[in-house]
Structure formats: C-alpha cells, structure tokens
C-alpha cells in the first residue's frame, strides 16, 4: 500500500463514561430499541406565541393525546384531545390544526407506500363542542382544512374531493383520476423522493381557492416488483418510474373555484418541473416555482388567480445545479425572504413583492443550513448555520439589513430550534457526540437559556455500563483538501499493536455523516465493533455537503469518481498510522453508499481488502430522472460520465472479500441493481458473499430483518477482516507531526 504523510488530529471530547464499562453493545439492543432517546413529538406552537402543543403517547393505556404546555412555565395546561375519550379512535399519530385553531385533523390507521406517503384514516375534532367526524369511511391521501375550518380537502385514488364538515356532504371536484396514469392533488413517486413532497394542493388565504399540480405519466415506463409475502402465488407491484434518460409526467398547474366549482388550467408555458407551489398573503396570488430538465435554471413565478396569467419574480441559474429548499416566505406586504447559493455558500436574501433585490441578509464562508422565520415586530431574522464549523449547528439572528448580528445558541455541537409563532420563546434542541439530545427554553431575542425541558440523563446512565469509546473528529488532508473525519479507537487502545481499519460513508452530494451530535444506530453498532477490536473511521470527501457550492458540486456529470479517489487516498494515508494494519482495510456504506464502497473496492483493489454494500446503486442509468439529472444530465448527453464510474464496468478487480445485500422490495434503488452486479461478477469468475431479504424496501427493516443484518455484516467483519490470518507485520515509523488536541 502506497505510503503518504499523515494528517493533524485533534480530538474535541471524550464520553465520561469510563466506570464499571464492562458490557459490550448488542445489535439485539440496538434494534429493540434499548437506547432510544427521549423527545418532544410533533410539537406545535400555538397562534397566541404563549403556548405549544406536544403528541403524548402512554405506553401503559396505549393511548395518546394533544396536550397544550405555556413556554413561560413548561406546565401542562390542558388535554385538548385524548384518545381515550374518542369513540372508535384507539389512538393517533399524528395531528393537523386548521388555520384559526378551531379543529384538528388526526390521523389514524396508517399505512406507508412510498418514503414519505401514506394512506389513513382520518377524523376532524371540533374543539369547542369537542365533537368529532370522521373524514371518509375509507382510506385517504393528504387531508387539509379550510383556512376558516369549515371545509376540508382530501385525495383519494387520485382524484381532490372535498367534504363540508357542516353538512358532512361531500363534493368530487376532479374526475380523471386513475392509477398509473393521472394523478390529481398528490405527487407522482419520482417528485414523492427527490422533491420530498406529496401534497400538491393548496388552499389560498381566504379559502375560496385551490391550487393544485396533476400529473399525466401516461407515457412514463412502467417498473414491476414482485411481492412475495405468503401467499401460494406471489403478486405483483407496478407503477411508474422514471429512469435517467426516460420520459417524466407532464406536470400542470390547475385552479379550483370553491364557490362556482369551475377547474382552470394555468398557463405556465410548460416548464419542465413544477416542485413548489405557495400561496402569498394576497389571497389572489399563488407563487410557483418551476425548473428545466437539467435542473440549473430555476424560476419563481407570480400567478394571479383571478386573471390566470403568471409573471417572473425571480430566476437563478447555476453551472451545476440548483436545490429545492422551503424557505420562500412572504412578509405581510408579500415583499418575501429566499435562500440561495449564488454567491457560493447558501444565504439569506431580501426581495420586494416585485422581486427585485432589496439585500443579501447573510453573507461568510459559512452556510445557512435552517431559516427559521422572520419577526416582522422586530426586524428579527431568525436561521441555523455552520458559523461555529462545519460539523456543527448554531442558532443565530440578524436585522432584515444584515446588520447587529446575536448569537442565540452556539455551543459546540448541534442545536436546532423550534420558535413560538410570535418569535417570543424558542425550544433549543441541543446535542453533540458526548451529549444526546436535551431541550431548553430561550428567550428569542437574547438566546437566554429560561429553563431546562427534558434531557436524556436515563439514557446517558444506562450507557455507563457500556463499552464506548470517543469520536476523534479531526481533518485529513487529501487531494488538496481539508476533509473531515472521526476516528473511533478501542478503550483500551495500544497504539503499539495493529487494528483493522473499518471505513463508513455515505458520500452522496450534499449530505454529511461526519456531524458533532448524538449517535444514531450505526454509530452504536459501530461502537459494538470497536469494543471487539476495530478502528472505525469516516470520512467526507468531496462532494458532501456545508463547505460551499464549489466543494459540494465538483462531482457534477462524473458521480462516483472525486469521491472515490477520496476515500482511496483517506485509506492509504490512514494505513500509514503505526497502529493500523494496512492488511485488513474495509469500506461499507447504503445506498449511494453502497455505490461508493463497491467502487472503492474495485478502483483502490490494492487498498480494501473487504467491502459491504447494502441496497447499492451499480449504475446511475437505473436510478430516477430527477436525482440522476441533476448531477449526471441524461445517459444520452453523459454516457461517458454514467459508465466510467460504474462498477457493472470493471468487476474483474475484484480481489477481496466483497458481501452485497438488497431487498427485494426496494422501490427506491431497484434490486435491478444488485442483480446486475451479481451476473458481472459471475461471468467474471468473481466469488462474493450476497443477500437478498424478501420484500423488503430501500430501508430493509421490519420484524427482525435489521438484527439479521447486522449479525450478518458483523460476522463478515469478523471473519473476513478481524479474524483474517496476519500477514507478515511492516515496521512502520512512528510519525511526530501528528499533534493532538484535546
């Protein structure tokens, strides 16, 4: 393995969890949900800024209930609603106000079928008269009230109708409605993944108005899953999927008149995408945002409803690409504050209600990674950010100018917060590697730590019986760049003897895994993995997220080379410490993650000498249009960029120990992938281990699917990397220009 120098580390806390550390972490644990952290569910702030309202659930009744607590106290005031004194309703899930905070949408009954959609029952609880109606005696899609609360819009087999509560009458407002084929008021599965929306209908400010998106994706091709389940023939799941190159939906924007009931298409002059729609505060005003088939020209449209004619507010066009975000928001004037990338890190911009610029709020080599919304009272913007590093969230504010900038929550780690509807309070969630999550109240204009909420001291006690070791996060210097990276040792590390080296990534455009808050379940399997005997590493090469727009885009038109050659130089730099054996190196990621460690153990064959890939993308060319595009442009345009950085291309490289697993229900990342990955590296004369775990999707979860997988990844480790025979020890030089700090 090629030597190079080594990187300058400093280490930023340790967990203070060293007395009586004798057991060792189980996947059983980790996926029975032994170290669940406690949390604030579905919090909502109520319209008087004085108070919010939490989903509790009771384990012991099974029940749950909206309660409503006053920031000032932290007591509970009141139970709005308890399932417990609902008939017919054993419990909810979640809960939906109208505008004026007379009634509540609760959600019953749920049952997934995409990432982020899912079909229920629903009921409408009257406050005041404490009355409830059930919405429809079948299932259905993306319930909303009526800004006044008399009415209530729904989908169902993608036709928008709408029920009048007063007279529990209900109207079908389209009828064109058919699967695989029309969708009406909800999104297709392509907009459902990348522009992470299902809803599309909006009622506009008064109520006398919906706008909503249909989808025509007649001409899209069609993918079938089987579906195992247990039954004596297997059935069979088709719908929709666009692949890059294919042909999408065509999307338009449409008009519902509540009073005359008369549908009007809009003139939009047949943009590509259609990913947001907003209604202004001028009840006749619908803002759309609409984008080519590339991705790098975006426009923010005016529509007026009543003319049905649309004007440009704004366009922004990049090199590379452009994000979708949700932090358009209209001021009372509908003068309105966006977020933007154009000056190469993503800020805070003023326009006026004609979109002209009035100016750059936020500006620093330093992203606004949150918007959390504008005191109009006192000229107060509100947002999160990387100011205190990368790896870390603060909570700060600014005037509309840009100027008399607070810190409000800035202590290193990660803090998010939840604001009360007039800006008074704010609900600071903090975390860190050593700290899991806790929940203060603040005082929004000065940061003012008022009180403390809830934290996890439990979770933190219990854990004191566990083996765990520190995340070191530090920097590495590769490729001309300053990346970050954790490293987990063993508690009783001895920097005299050799470990294997286990290396984790995601590495997909925009994301971040090397992130100074509290573990997630990976983070404790890796812990299971250091206790018996690993280093585990991560590290976030080029194309990850919140170091600028340059940084984030280099990998455009060739995903799955700058950041493969990243993690294969990271690899050969680390081999380099005395205490890891450059003999037993190994990758694992999900996913785009999945595609990244496939590849590395190809590419960098001299490098890894074991890989894991879990629902992994081998070629771009089966992925989704709209991801896919946006990075790639189309296979017909970029057949180079699609096919030199697929693994499908070179499996004769193989030469370690390679396990690839998948579901077979994945609508995500199709099995499609794996299987063609399999058959390369048979016709290649390739062994490998793999495993395909029925019906299961992207997330392959379910019963006791996750604690099989785990098992499974972890006895490859062992056998393929720990337990590995030794190969002949390298003296290795013991390097003085690594410097801790601590």
């Not at 109009?376 to 504010?397: A, F, L, P």
């Not at 250091?530 to 080029?542: L, M």
């Not at 919140?546 to 080379?561: A, H």
């Not at 019963?703 to 098992?711: A, D, E, F, V």
Request: charged letters at 25%; glycine letters at 6%; aromatic letters at 12%.
């Amino acid at each position: 393995m090629k030597k190079s120098y080594i990187f300058t580390l400093f280490v930023v806390g340790f967990l203070q969890l060293i007395v009586a550390q004798n057991k060792t972490i189980t996947v059983e644990e980790i996926y029975q949900g032994e170290f669940r952290t406690e949390g604030m569910d579905v919090l909502r702030s109520l319209k008087n800024g004085k108070q919010y309202t939490v989903l509790n659930f009771d384990r012991n009744t099974r029940s749950t209930s909206i309660d409503t607590y006053d920031y000032n106290t932290l007591e509970k005031v009141e139970t709005i609603v308890s399932s417990t004194d609902l008939k017919d309703v054993a419990y909810f899930t979640s809960y939906e106000f109208s505008a004026d905070e007379s009634k509540i949408i609760l959600a019953t009954d749920l049952e997934s079928i995409y990432r982020h959609s899912a079909l229920g029952i629903y009921f409408i609880y009257d406050i005041a008269s404490k009355k409830i109606i059930k919405i429809a005696d079948y299932k259905i899609q993306e319930p909303s009230l009526s800004p006044n609360g008399k009415q209530v819009a729904y989908v169902k087999d993608n036709n928008i109708f709408l029920l009048d509560i007063a007279s529990n009458t209900t109207t079908q407002i389209t009828t064109d409605g058919e699967k695989n084929k029309i969708i009406n008021g909800i999104t297709d599965w392509v907009y459902e993944e990348e522009f992470a929306f299902v809803r599309a209908f909006e009622w506009n400010a008064d109520g006398s108005k919906i706008a909503f998106l249909r989808f025509d994706e007649s001409n899209v091709p069609e993918f079938s899953m089987d579906v195992y389940g247990s039954a004596l023939y297997q059935s069979q799941e088709v719908f929709k999927y666009p692949k890059a190159g294919e042909t999408n939906a065509t999307v338009s924007l449409h008009m519902f008149d509540v009073k005359s009931n008369n549908i009007t298409k809009v003139n939009l002059n047949n943009p590509y995408y259609i990913p947001r729609i907003k209604w202004m505060n001028n009840a006749n005003y619908l803002s759309v945002q609409t984008l080519n088939r590339h991705q790098n020209k975006l426009q923010l449209l005016a529509v007026n409803a009543k003319k049905n004619v649309a004007e440009v507010l704004l366009e922004e066009t990049d090199a590379a690409y452009i994000d979708i975000k949700d932090d358009l928001t209209f001021l009372a004037d509908d003068s309105f504050i966006w977020t933007s990338e154009k000056d190469g890190w993503n800020h805070i911009y003023l326009y006026n209600d004609s979109g002209k610029l009035i100016n750059q709020i936020t500006k620093g080599n330093w992203e606004v990674t949150n918007y959390y919304g504008y005191d109009q009272n006192e000229d107060r913007v509100y947002y999160q950010s990387t100011e205190n590093g990368s790896i870390n969230r603060g909570i700060y504010s600014v005037d509309s100018s840009g100027s008399d900038k607070k810190e409000l929550s800035a202590l290193e780690g990660n803090n998010s917060g939840d604001f009360s509807a007039n800006f008074t309070y704010y609900i600071n969630t903090y975390s860190s590697a050593t700290t899991p999550p806790k929940y203060t109240l603040h005082n929004a204009l000065s940061g003012e730590k008022l009180k403390d909420i809830k934290d996890n001291t439990a979770l933190l006690n219990k854990l004191k019986n566990y083996k765990l070791s520190s995340k070191e996060f530090s920097t590495i210097a590769i490729n001309g760049n300053d990346l970050n990276m954790y490293m987990i040792k063993p508690l009783d590390f001895d920097a005299t003897k050799q470990y294997p080296m286990i290396m984790y990534q995601y590495s997909g455009p925009g994301s971040q895994n090397v992130s100074n808050s509290w573990m997630r379940a990976n983070d404790y399997w890796h812990q299971k993995l250091v206790s018996e005997g690993y280093v585990v590493v991560c590290v976030d090469g080029r194309g990850t997220g919140y170091k600028g727009r340059d940084f984030k885009k280099v990998t455009q038109k060739e995903l799955g080379k700058f950041e493969v050659q990243d993690q294969i130089a990271a690899a050969e730099k680390l081999s380099e410490l005395p205490y890891i054996d450059e003999n037993r190196t190994g990758i694992w990621g999900w996913s785009y993650g999945g595609f990244m460690s496939t590849n590395c153990i190809l590419k960098g064959n001299d490098v890894f000498e074991t890989a894991i890939a879990v629902a992994p993308v081998t070629s771009w060319r089966f992925y989704d249009t709209i991801y896919t595009e946006r990075y790639m442009q189309t296979p017909q345009e970029n057949a180079s960029g699609y096919d030199e950085n697929s693994p499908l291309n070179y499996p004769e490289r193989l030469k370690g120990d390679y396990l690839l697993v998948h579901g077979s229900g994945d609508d995500n990342v199709h099995l499609q992938n794996t299987m063609r990955m399999a058959e390369a590296l048979i016709q290649a004369n390739k062994q490998f281990e793999w495993s395909v775990y029925p019906d299961k999707n992207h997330g392959i979860y379910g019963g006791n699917t996750r604690i099989h997988l785990y098992n499974k990844m972890t006895n490859f480790w062992n056998k393929n990397l720990r337990d590995k025979p030794r190969a002949t020890k390298k003296e290795k030089p013991i390097k003085t220009s690594i410097k801790v700090k601590g």
